[in-house]
Every structure is written in structure tokens, then in C-alpha cells.
């Protein structure tokens, strides 16, 4: 089973406990999350084991030190284990018991729970939760970074532009509004020509290797299929009917 994390572990006597859980209610209160042993611990578990985990899965430890406490195997042991893990130890002193000689720090005095909560609060600095929110959101910006890079690497290659210019043969002014039909391998694609006698077509990927053109519109007379490649533009020239002779227009 996956373990619990904690803002803080709670180190403290039974005997003091009436004194120690009006701090964990204001810690919680907080929107910190509190290793209890009295609340945290399920009955049946090996508590020694579970303790010693818990002082591993938090962020501090509260040493609640008081004459009660300072003979305390337990608590010696956890706030050792807690000096031993790198963990801060922040102690609350609820009477002038001084404290043992490897805690060296400033401790909190006086037994009113919402000032050490707030002295601990202060002490502690971002709750875990939000921790977690920014660790999330730090996350999915790493895995939406990576995801845009694969996509990056491996996006299809952009079509390729292809097009050119048809005109009139007698005029040699373009020609608007003639359907250009390409044939490129396996696809079939069509454009228009606009008033400049324009067209373009998007080639996919891979480039074929040739195009087959059918030009087509009223009044002119088709341009036969060409092949040609799709490397450069090609511009070509329409026939008006009426310059068609007679004996050239089909009939």
C-alpha cells in the first residue's frame, strides 16, 4: 500500500496529549496534513514499524517536549530518527524542561495552541497540498513539453505547393475560372484559376514523381494531358474556339 506523506509528525507523551491535540485541530484547521499516533495509526499495526515510516514520510517533526517526554524512549526515538533523516525537528516547549543536547534550535514556548500554530505555520512554510498542486502542474507541463516535442519530431512533412499560370493563346492575357484536374500518382486534386490565371494545388508527402494536367473550361478548346514534373511551375496557353479553324475544331 502506498504511504501516506504528512506535513508533520507529532512527537509528543500521552500524558500531554489533552495539551497536544488542540495544535494538531489548528495545524489541520490549516489545511495541513498531521501525523497523530493516537488518530493515524490503525489498531493491529506494528506502530513502532509505523512509526518510524511516518517520521520518513514527513516534512517536520513537532517534538512537544515537556517533563513527560524528556525520559521517553519513544519519543527520543523519533526525534532521533527525525535528526538522522535530515528532517527539521521544530520543538514546542509546554514547560521550562530543557531540551536535549542534540536538538539545537529556538523552540516555541507557551501551551496555547494557536499561537504555536501559527509559529509552526510559519515555520513550515507551503502546505504538502500545494506542493502537490505545483508538483502536478510542473508535471504536465514536462509531459505536455515532451508530448509537443514527439509530435515535433514526428509530424508528417507540410505539402508541397505546386501551380502556374494559364493564358490565352491569342490574347496572352490569363485566363479565369479554368478547371485544372492533377492526377499525382494516387491522388487526385483540382484548382481553379483565378483572375490572374492563377492556380495552385497542395501536393501530399511523399512527392510523386510526375503530375498528369487536364486544363478544361468554356469557350476553349481542351489542353491534352500532360506529364510533367512537379519540381517547377507550369504555365501553359489555352486556344479560343473562335480562333479554331474549322477543319481543326473536331467536327
Not at 501551551?111 to 505545483?134: E, K, Q
Not at 519530431?153 to 490565352?168: C, M, N
Not at 501530399?204 to 478548346?221: A, I, N, W
Request: glycine share 8%.
Amino acid at each position: 500500500m502506498a504511504l501516506l506523506r504528512y506535513d508533520a509528525f507529532i512527537s509528543y507523551s500521552r500524558q500531554d496529549a489533552a495539551i497536544v491535540l488542540p495544535l494538531v485541530e489548528e495545524l489541520r484547521s490549516r489545511g495541513f496534513t498531521v501525523f497523530f499516533d493516537t488518530r493515524s495509526i490503525v489498531v493491529g499495526e506494528p506502530w513502532k514499524q509505523r512509526l518510524a515510516i511516518a517520521v520518513r514520510a514527513s516534512r517536520v517533526l513537532i517534538l512537544c517536549w515537556s517533563q513527560n517526554t524528556q525520559h521517553s524512549e519513544y519519543v527520543t526515538f523519533e526525534y532521533s530518527r527525525a535528526e538522522g533523516l535530515g528532517r527539521p525537528v521544530l520543538p514546542w516547549l509546554l514547560d521550562h524542561t530543557p531540551l536535549p543536547k542534540m536538538v539545537e534550535i529556538h523552540g516555541v514556548s507557551g501551551t496555547d495552541p494557536a499561537l504555536a500554530a501559527d509559529a509552526f505555520a510559519a515555520r513550515m512554510g507551503r502546505r504538502l497540498s500545494t506542493w502537490r498542486v505545483i508538483q502536478g502542474a510542473a508535471l504536465l507541463c514536462v509531459l505536455g513539453a515532451a508530448g509537443f516535442a514527439g509530435w515535433w519530431t514526428h509530424r508528417p512533412p507540410p505539402p508541397v505547393a505546386f501551380g502556374g499560370r494559364v493564358t490565352d493563346s491569342v490574347t496572352n492575357l490569363p485566363v479565369p475560372g479554368v478547371t485544372v484536374e492533377v492526377d499525382a500518382e494516387s491522388v487526385r486534386l483540382s484548382a481553379t484559376t483565378g483572375v490572374d490565371g492563377r492556380y495552385t494545388v497542395n501536393l501530399p508527402q511523399p512527392e510523386p514523381k510526375y503530375l498528369r494536367l487536364v486544363f478544361s473550361r468554356q469557350g476553349y478548346r481542351g489542353e491534352a494531358p500532360v506529364a510533367v514534373p512537379p519540381n517547377h511551375d507550369f504555365n501553359t496557353d489555352l486556344v479560343p474556339l473562335s480562333a479554331v479553324a474549322p477543319d481543326d475544331s473536331g467536327k
